[in-house]
């Protein structure tokens, strides 16, 4: 059974681009969240997807964006590049949404770099 | 605001000994929690979990314990081998709410 990917693993952008960041769920796999991860920041929770609706969002400013298609893969939008956004971007999978235990399946994630 | 924290960023241990990574929480509602481990260039990896309901949960060589009196939780790992070295997460659920983790605690196992 194939995992979570990712694409594209790694890009290199400037500041003031927009990026835009795929993942394929696992098969089966309704519920799709995304996590940003910094140094000495840990994961900080994106948003989740559940049936094509935004479930729940974490506290980004509104240059983070995303969206899930009917086959559950997921799409993240960041818009207008700082610095800051630097970051490991993570997607995970589970079959239900976020009212089951919490064990979720990472993608091996993209690497966003800008410059 | 920061509900799941990992107040030691690092920790070394030999191999064969005993390693307690630990984990505390603000949120008493939490009904389930979750420790994660990540190598480098790799998505985190489900490790271990344990109900708000029970203590104690054991997997092989991990075990989590939970306090709830102190908001605390703890993953026991015995003995340690050099395979275990890696990045620790340790995540708190609410259902209906996304997984909370903390910022991580990266694990040294020297030979």
């Known amino acids: 059974k194939a995992g979570v990917t990712q694409t594209p693993r790694y890009l290199i952008k400037t500041r003031g681009q927009q990026v835009t960041l795929s993942c394929s769920p696992i098969?089966?796999?309704?519920?799709v969240s995304w996590y940003q991860q910094t140094p000495g920041q840990g994961l900080q929770f994106l948003f989740e997807y559940f049936s094509e609706t935004q479930r729940n969002k974490g506290n980004f400013p509104g240059r983070f964006s995303g969206r899930q298609f009917s086959n559950s893969r997921s799409e993240m939008n960041v818009s207008t590049l700082e610095l800051g956004d630097s970051a490991l971007y993570l997607c995970?999978?589970?079959?239900?949404?976020?009212?089951?235990?919490?064990?979720?399946?990472f993608g091996e994630g993209s690497r966003l770099t800008v410059l | 605001d920061q509900q799941v924290k990992q107040n030691s960023p690092s920790l070394s241990v030999q191999e064969g000994r005993i390693s307690i990574l630990n984990c505390d929480y603000t949120n008493s509602m939490f009904d389930y929690f979750l420790w994660y481990k990540k190598y480098p260039a790799e998505g985190p990896t489900f490790l271990i979990s344990?109900?708000?309901?029970?203590d104690k949960n054991e997997d092989g060589r991990f075990t989590v314990f939970l306090n709830k009196s102190a908001k605390h939780l703890s993953l026991h790992i015995v003995p340690s081998q050099p395979g275990d070295s890696a990045v620790y997460f340790c995540?708190?659920?609410?259902?209906?709410?996304?997984?909370?983790f903390g910022k991580g605690t990266s694990l040294l196992v020297t030979p």
């Open positions: 098969s089966g796999h309704r519920s």
């Open positions: 344990i109900s708000s309901i029970k």
């Open positions: 995970a999978s589970s079959l239900e949404a976020s009212d089951n235990t919490g064990e979720l399946f």
């Open positions: 995540a708190a659920n609410l259902a209906g709410y996304a997984l909370n």
